[in-house]
């Protein structure tokens, strides 16, 4: 697609639930980043799958986080059992490859609200 | 631990002036320097990226870097009330660390 594209944009769940984000990235990008923004907080680094690597899982805060990318395209992180300090936006990056010479381009993030 | 720090504002400037945004970084490990914009509720944009030292010159905007200080900034001619954002800086550690690392921004306000 023309752009990284993320599902649902909302989401308002109760706390306890499991929840799903869906991130597509930008076609023949290899590398996918989910980084979480808290309200006037920085962004915080999740997870980064890099074409068939193992993903470095090594920011994600709970083993109630998990991530997947199927087919080294669309991603999905679950967060089982959410909590009220799981509140965030949640953002998704892709980029050409993980090398580091270009930057990444953020989809428009889902907000996630437990409540 | 690799750190980006920068000023976290607000940063007022008139209208028409220059803004000047500076970041400075942890490790000499280090290759690729970004500046992203984010607009309130929005997610950052990616306007300047720079690799080797210098200054680099992007329309009203030009980053500068300097390695062995190891500090990073981003100028903005001309400012106008649209360039009322955060900006993030950003770097790209090479060595085992193959993501970027974000500062926590700097808020700049252009007051017409």
């Known amino acids: 697609g023309a752009g990284v594209s993320q599902s649902p944009s909302n989401k308002v769940t109760e706390k306890g639930k499991d929840v799903e984000l869906r991130c597509d990235p930008i076609?023949?990008?290899?590398?996918l980043y989910w980084y979480r923004q808290s309200l006037g907080q920085g962004l915080e680094f999740l997870i980064y799958f890099q074409g068939n690597s193992a993903p470095d899982k090594s920011g994600l805060p709970s083993d109630r986080f998990s991530a997947e990318r199927t087919g080294g395209s669309v991603s999905t992180l679950t967060i089982q059992r959410t909590q009220q300090e799981d509140s965030a936006v949640y953002l998704c990056a892709s980029s050409l490859d993980g090398t580091g010479g270009y930057g990444y381009t953020f989809g428009s993030g889902t907000r996630l609200t437990v409540v | 631990q690799k750190e980006v720090e920068q000023n976290s504002g607000p940063l007022s400037v008139p209208e028409g002036a220059i803004a000047s945004l500076n970041c400075t970084y942890s490790d000499r490990v280090s290759q690729s320097f970004f500046w992203y914009r984010q607009y309130s509720g929005k997610s950052p944009e990616l306007i300047m990226s720079i690799y080797s030292n210098g200054d680099k010159e992007d329309g009203r905007f030009t980053a500068q870097l300097n390695k062995a200080s190891q500090y990073v900034s981003l100028l903005i001619r001309d400012s106008q009330p649209s360039d009322s954002a955060t900006y993030l800086c950003?770097?790209?550690?090479?060595?085992?660390?193959?993501?970027?690392?974000f500062g926590t921004g700097t808020k700049l306000q252009v007051i017409p």
């Open positions: 950003a770097v790209f550690y090479s060595g085992g660390y193959q993501k970027v690392t």
């Open positions: 076609s023949g990008h290899t590398a």
